[in-house]
């Protein structure tokens, strides 16, 4: 069973280019969650999404940044404009379930995104 | 205060050796409490779950204080490949994963 999978490991772009950021769940996982690792900082939740819906986009910059969970294929994270802060390992994780409590959530190997 | 604070070391410490951590949270209504291990520049990963009465797995133990506002990893017998960082993850309302707050992490090296 293939864990979670996102594509590009690492990722550069200049100022102002778009940056886009792929996640498969794990087989049989229908929630999907995207986390940022600021360098020297924790995790921090960004947007949490079903198939083809939106959950919890609470963590989610305002403007810039968007997310989608299409019917068929990967999970997008999308990164308009980027700017050097927006630098840092972006991690999609997912679960068979939204509840923590009865299900860990499995973390996909990261995209390293540099901005120049 | 941080929502959740750790130390973030690092402990450095010989094989065999054993080694504890802290963590405090600062929502008293927190509900769910979990230890991820992060190894460098790899993705977090679920070490174990923290309940309210304790719990080992093999050489950890995972504590839980609730009235102190703060949660414990012991490692006993430390191996080479127990250095990572350690994370403290809390759920403050214990809902879904969007409420899940990372602390930055405790570093830990073992030397042999």
């Known amino acids: 069973n293939a864990g979670v999978m996102q594509n590009p490991r690492h990722l550069v772009r200049r100022r102002g280019q778009e940056a886009r950021l792929r996640c498969s769940p794990m087989?049989?996982?229908?929630?999907v969650y995207w986390y940022r690792q600021l360098p020297e900082e924790g995790l921090k939740f960004m947007v949490y999404l079903q198939k083809e819906n939106i959950i919890d986009e609470s963590g989610m910059p305002k403007e810039r940044f968007s997310a989608e969970f299409p019917k068929e294929g990967p999970s997008i994270l999308r990164i308009q404009q980027v700017v050097r802060g927006d630098s840092a390992a972006y991690f999609c994780?997912?679960?068979?379930?939204?509840?923590?409590?009865?299900?860990?959530?499995?973390f996909g190997n990261g995209t390293r995104l540099t901005v120049t | 205060r941080k929502e959740v604070e750790q130390d973030p070391g690092p402990f450095n410490v010989p094989e065999g050796a054993t080694v504890a951590f802290n963590c405090t949270y600062s929502?008293?209504?927190?509900?769910?409490f979990f230890w991820y291990r992060q190894d460098c520049r790899k993705e977090p990963k679920l070490l174990m779950s923290?309940?309210?009465s304790g719990n080992e797995d093999g050489r950890f133990t995972a504590q839980l204080n609730r009235a102190s506002q703060y949660i414990s990893l012991l490692i006993r017998d430390s191996k080479l490949s127990d250095s990572a960082t350690y994370l403290c993850?809390?759920?403050?309302?214990?809902?879904?994963?969007?409420?899940?707050?990372f602390g930055k992490g405790t570093m830990l090296l073992v030397s042999p």
């Open positions: 929502n008293s209504a927190s509900q769910s």
């Open positions: 087989k049989g996982h229908s929630h």
């Open positions: 994780a997912s679960s068979p379930t939204g509840s923590p409590g009865r299900s860990p959530l499995h």
């Open positions: 923290v309940y309210s």
């Open positions: 993850v809390v759920n403050p309302m214990n809902s879904g994963y969007s409420t899940l707050t």
